[in-house]
């Protein structure tokens, strides 16, 4: 239906759907993600980019890039000999990637493509990421899977996600502050609507043990999560075998 809510569509309509919404938030997207994540989640990508365990000549390709903020810490972990891709399904998020620390200019470093279908070849990567990625794609399964064929044997997967925190009186708070405070700072730009996704693409989304299962059927190894930020943010890894 065309006046279907962002957070209700599924499949195709949803790759749509979210497409062109992170084209419409593209110009703001920065400003609002650091004043949510009180500047948090420079922190939090590092501490996940600790996680992939990378060597000095490793690569590693961030998925889900958007405007490229996890491509200067991946960048510190390889090194000058190292390479570090970004790879996104909306063109305006990766415009708004070019010049940032590490992202070097949209070709090569940064293309456009769909977490469920890489355009990369298999046992290429030593490290992947996706930063508030995978709540957004149309097949988790079929994401994790293809995560997991473009890493080499050894290779590791870290995400950082959207949680609901256990404890009650947390989800409570939190679910104020996102169902409230996020869609009206998003209506000070014009964005009601897409920071209304925020809220409730996050109670749709899996939980962590549905994600850690996921990734096992994957094939992932050693997967394991932890939450950040009162369980407001999950992190979760793994390793391909």
């Known amino acids: 239906m065309a006046d279907q809510a962002i957070w209700q569509t599924e499949g195709t309509s949803k790759r749509a759907a979210v497409q062109g919404m992170f084209a419409e938030i593209a110009p703001t997207y920065d400003l609002l993600n650091s004043v949510m994540s009180l500047r948090l989640h420079h922190r939090w990508r590092s501490f996940a980019v600790q996680k992939l365990n990378l060597k000095p000549g490793d690569g590693a390709l961030d998925v889900c890039c958007g405007t490229g903020d996890f491509m200067a810490p991946l960048q ?120 209304t996704y925020l809220p409730k ?16 059927s994957a094939g992932f190894a050693e997967v394991g999560f932890k939450d950040l930020f009162f369980g407001n943010i999950c992190i979760h890894w793994g390793r391909k075998p």
């Open 76 to 195: 510190k972990a390889v090194g000058e000999n190292g390479f570090v891709a970004g790879i996104d399904f909306c063109l305006p998020m990766l415009q708004k990637a070019v010049g940032k620390p590490g992202t070097g200019s949209i070709s090569p470093r940064l293309g456009l493509g769909d977490a469920c279908q890489l355009p990369i070849q298999a046992n290429a990567l030593q490290g992947v990421s996706v930063g508030w990625g995978i709540r957004n794609v149309p097949d988790i399964d079929r994401a994790h899977q293809e995560l997991f064929r473009v890493l080499k044997p050894g290779g590791r997967f870290v995400s950082l996600d959207m949680a609901r925190p256990r404890n009650a009186a947390m989800r409570k708070v939190s679910e104020f502050v996102f169902n409230t405070l996020v869609p009206w700072m998003g209506s000070l730009f014009g964005k009601t609507k897409a920071y």
């Open 201 to 216: 693409s996050t109670q749709k989304f899996w939980t962590r043990e549905q994600l850690a299962a996921s990734m096992k």
